[in-house]
């Protein structure tokens, strides 16, 4: 039941894209009427069987209806609707092109009868007619479909499109479909071989779970050509999973990079511990989410672009707070460790709880725009668009950050108070000002990077302190101050999380990464790329 109407479902949502019919209107609607006068199963059966010869998809709609007991004729006149029940309501829609035709007394319909043979009869009526539809995408799910839910009854008709089939990925699919009906048929043991060869061929786990199925009830030979197959699968679906661990590495990689550079860079230039660096990410998350309720609400139309205008807005917002910090705050403390953390551990307590005034304390919706929704597959490799983008975004902000360090003469003023902050300020770099707009740019990168993070995780008022802690074990690993190193440290740290979590689970996976850092540490104080200079080597 649920083949019939997910096959019918398919045929009323594409029924516009496919060619036109071929058959015309008034035929298809005269031959819908005769089920008002049909007299038992058998005539309804041939009604169904003369809408399915006419090869037009639109009769699906009404085939599809008829399977789930929804198709009436109105006794007055014997004008045959698919009738939707509400109450003592009926409410009508056209047969053939599913428009609403209002609504009557459901007393004065009478449904037309359906029983399991009919449904049966109906699904190869429907499978027929998707598996000949026009536009090969129909085509491809109808066989994609068919291949998930194997039927033997679906041979004749599957057979019939691959001898039509002109389209190479369709046919590939219908040739997986047909394997995957045999197997299920009384076919030879022969033809079931081949069928297992061929799906075995494919290596996802959907044919996995096929032939682990098929496998429980075999015997002999068929029984060891399943397994073997079976083995095969596993093997490639376990060299795969290491592939699909990377991505996952990558993609945590990307936003501990994201959370991380930032603090790199007012660390590295200023020696401060930023406690309130978290704090930073959320105002850019919550920056998102008041531009796409003030989209929501004014231009619904531009809801695409609401991650592009949060961008910059985000960035204002983080750096203007930032710059706030360290001019009211930060500036007083230089020299002063542990009074500077905690400052900015009270910073970040005190913007948490405005945030919890003003926005309240649980979590809020920020969507993903349409070209961030989704996934798509390489091989066995599962994607989804929105890690995709966060991956090219952080490597475009950190490409754009490189280029500022490296080839502005703002970038060679913080290299320069970086390396030696004494000899920096004699040669006239005004080095407070260099650590204001530092301390912004730092918190502005964390607001950008909370635009990201607001489409892979919960906007709240604790979204930046699941960031902090590994952030901070980003920029020791990598190197303090060194862009390279936090790039190098963020992948490598977020790979060997995903390695471990299977077998060390989510939290001991962290702690295992944490001891080894600590090892590391011991070993090279100054991290993976450590910065020289005067100041660092005396």
Do not use: C
């Amino acid at each position: 039941m649920a083949f019939i109407r997910a096959l019918g479902l398919l045929m009323v949502f594409v029924v516009s894209a496919i060619a036109p019919a071929s058959a015309d209107d008034a035929a298809i609607r005269a031959t819908i009427a005769k089920f008002a006068s049909a007299k038992g199963f058998p005539a309804i059966e041939a009604i169904v069987r003369e809408l399915g010869a006419t090869g037009d998809a639109r009769v699906g709609y009404a085939l599809n209806a008829l399977s789930e007991g929804n198709l009436s004729f109105r006794n007055s006149d014997s004008v045959v609707f698919v009738v939707r029940e509400s109450g003592a309501t009926a409410k009508l829609y056209d047969a053939l092109t599913g428009e609403a035709a209002g609504e009557e007394p459901k007393a004065g319909f009478t449904k037309v009868k359906v029983n399991n043979t009919l449904r049966r009869a109906i699904r190869d009526m429907i499978g027929g007619l998707t598996l000949g539809a026009d536009d090969p995408a129909v085509r491809l799910a109808a066989a994609a479909t068919m291949y998930r839910n194997p039927d033997a009854a679906n041979l004749e008709a599957i057979e019939a499109a691959i001898a039509k089939e002109t389209v190479a990925r369709v046919k590939a699919k219908l040739e997986d479909a047909r394997a995957s009906a045999i197997l299920v048929s009384d076919r030879p043991d022969t033809e079931k071989m081949a069928a297992v060869d061929l799906l075995g061929a494919r290596g996802d786990r959907s044919t996995l779970s096929l032939l682990t199925a098929y496998g429980a009830g075999a015997e002999g030979d068929l029984k060891l050509a399943v397994d073997a197959a079976v083995a095969r699968i596993n093997g490639s679906l376990a060299m795969w999973q290491v592939g699909q661990n990377v991505w996952y590495g990558i993609s945590l990689g990307s936003v501990l990079l994201l959370a991380a550079i930032g603090l790199a860079i007012t660390f590295g230039v200023m020696g401060v511990i930023n406690m309130a660096h978290g704090e930073m990410v959320m105002l850019g998350a919550y920056t998102t989410y008041v531009v796409q309720e003030f989209i929501r609400n004014s231009a619904p139309g531009l809801f695409d672009w609401s991650l592009a205008i949060a961008l910059p807005l985000a960035f204002l917002v983080a750096g203007g707070v930032g710059l706030a910090i360290e001019r009211g705050i930060i500036r007083f403390l230089y020299g002063r460790p542990l009074e500077t953390l905690l400052a900015t551990w009270g910073v970040s307590l005190i913007l948490q709880q405005a945030v919890r005034t003003i926005f309240g304390p649980t979590n809020q919706e920020v969507g993903n725009p349409s070209w961030m929704s989704g996934a798509f597959e390489i091989g066995q490799l599962s994607i989804t668009w929105n890690r995709m983008w966060i991956v090219v975004f952080t490597l475009t902000v950190f490409a754009i950050l490189l280029f500022v360090m490296k080839r502005t003469s703002w970038g060679l003023h913080m290299r320069a108070v970086t390396q030696n902050r004494r000899m920096a300020s004699s040669m006239g770099i005004r080095t407070p000002w260099v650590d204001a707009f530092t301390f912004a740019l730092g918190s502005g990168i964390a607001g950008i990077a909370g635009v990201a993070l607001s489409q892979i995780d919960n906007v709240s008022p604790n979204l930046g302190q699941g960031y902090i802690i590994d952030s901070f074990m980003v920029v020791v690993f990598g190197g303090v101050g060194n862009l390279w190193g936090t790039l190098v440290g963020a992948f490598s740290l977020g790979i060997l999380n995903k390695f471990l979590e299977p077998y060390a689970g989510a939290v001991l996976g962290k702690i295992i990464v944490l001891v080894l850092i600590i090892l590391f540490i011991q070993k090279r104080p100054r991290g993976l790329f450590a910065l020289k200079g005067r100041a660092i080597e005396a």
